[in-house]
T-cell receptor, first 118, second 110 residues
């Protein structure tokens, strides 16, 4: 596998379910990101991890819980979601975090998980 | 935070035509990326271009950082060029995140 992978690609869940999204990067990067893309809205940054430490939480509700066990893996744990949480969830990685003024802050995205909450 | 505006929002092209997409941003940037989002949602990196001009096949991009805009050129368009093109910028004077525009929806018809 190369690049950034995400599983599952599609997920349908009820409001009382608990599920997890998984992201894995094979690029040797040190920063990973979760984004949410809703219809007709720009991509919204949710979380940023740098060297497995969370460095940004963009006022995301607590029903979304990220986990970064190592620099290659990122999870997003979901529980008691609402229908308005239905969206495309995208994972990205970069060699260094985005706030560094370096050529190596270029972000690469996974294919996304399309989530539907019933 | 920094504002990113893309134009035109929607574009329909005949196969073989050329087009220009524009991205305006409201502050100095040290990172600008162009992406193509295909119909399945995958964001594909096209260019990392905080300044200058780059070319990759039928696509090229120019960023004039001092005037706060970037252009993406698509030449001899093909149906596979259909999708949404996003411009994303990072400013060191903002809130430490890559800011995305709303995208240019491009449809190439045969």
């Amino acid at each position: 596998e190369t690049g950034v992978t995400q599983t599952p690609r599609h997920l349908v869940m009820g409001m009382t379910n608990k599920k997890s999204l998984k992201c894995e990067q094979h690029l040797g990067h040190n920063a990973m990101y979760w984004y949410k893309q809703s219809a007709k809205k720009p991509l919204e940054l949710m979380f940023v991890y740098s060297l497995e430490e969370r460095v940004e939480n963009n006022s995301v509700p607590s029903r979304f819980s990220p986990e970064c066990p190592n620099s290659s893996h990122l999870f997003l744990h979901l529980h008691t979601l609402q229908p308005e949480d239905s969206a495309l969830y995208l994972c990205a990685s970069s060699q260094v975090p985005s706030w560094t003024g370096s050529r190596y802050n270029e972000q690469f995205f996974g294919p996304g998980t399309r989530l539907t909450v019933l | 935070g920094i504002q990113v505006e893309q134009s035109p929002p929607d574009l329909i092209l005949q196969e073989g035509a050329n087009s220009t997409l524009r991205c305006n941003f409201s502050d100095s940037v040290n990172n600008l990326q162009w992406f193509h989002q295909n119909p399945w949602g995958q964001l594909i990196n096209l260019f990392y271009i905080p300044s200058g001009t780059k070319q990759n096949g039928r696509l090229s991009a120019t960023t004039v950082a001092t005037e706060r805009y970037s252009l993406l050129y698509i030449s001899s368009s093909q149906t596979t060029d259909s999708g949404v093109y996003f411009c994303a910028v990072f400013t060191p004077y903002g809130n430490n995140r890559l800011a995305f525009g709303k995208g240019n929806q491009v449809v190439v018809i045969p």
